[in-house]
């Protein structure tokens, strides 16, 4: 069974970086569509950034030109680059891996912040 873990977050200054990353704990298939998810305290959970099989990317506006999604299927991993960083970033990011005939699978969560 494919589980997933995210890693890489934390406590980062505004205009700073992070590199969040999603591995498996068993293989992701080509064919899988990857998403990273964000929910801020009292917000909905949100889309942030997905991938397709294909390499074809999306984002939310309030991401594009400062986030970027990426995934490696040598190494079953899916990575999201978080620059520039806001206040406003701050929230639990979840890593999903959605097959093309079964629900989605989620991983635990990983806390970042933007905070001076």
């Known amino acids: 069974q494919v589980q997933l873990v995210e890693s890489g977050g934390g406590l980062v200054q505004p205009g700073g970086s992070l590199r969040l990353s999603c591995a498996t704990s068993?293989?992701?298939?080509?064919?899988?569509?990857m998403g990273w998810y964000r929910q801020a305290p009292g917000q909905q959970r949100e889309l942030v950034a997905g991938?397709?099989?294909?390499?074809?990317?999306n984002y939310a506006d309030s991401v594009k030109g400062r986030f970027t999604i990426s995934r490696d299927n040598a190494k079953n991993t899916v990575y999201l680059q978080m620059n520039s960083l806001k206040p406003e970033d701050t929230a639990v990011y979840y890593c999903?891996?959605?097959?093309?005939?079964?629900?989605?699978?989620w991983g635990q969560g990983t806390q970042v912040t933007v905070s001076s």
């Open positions: 999903t891996a959605r097959p093309p005939y079964a629900p989605a699978l």
């Open positions: 068993g293989s992701i298939l080509s064919v899988y569509t």
């Open positions: 991938i397709t099989s294909g390499g074809s990317t």
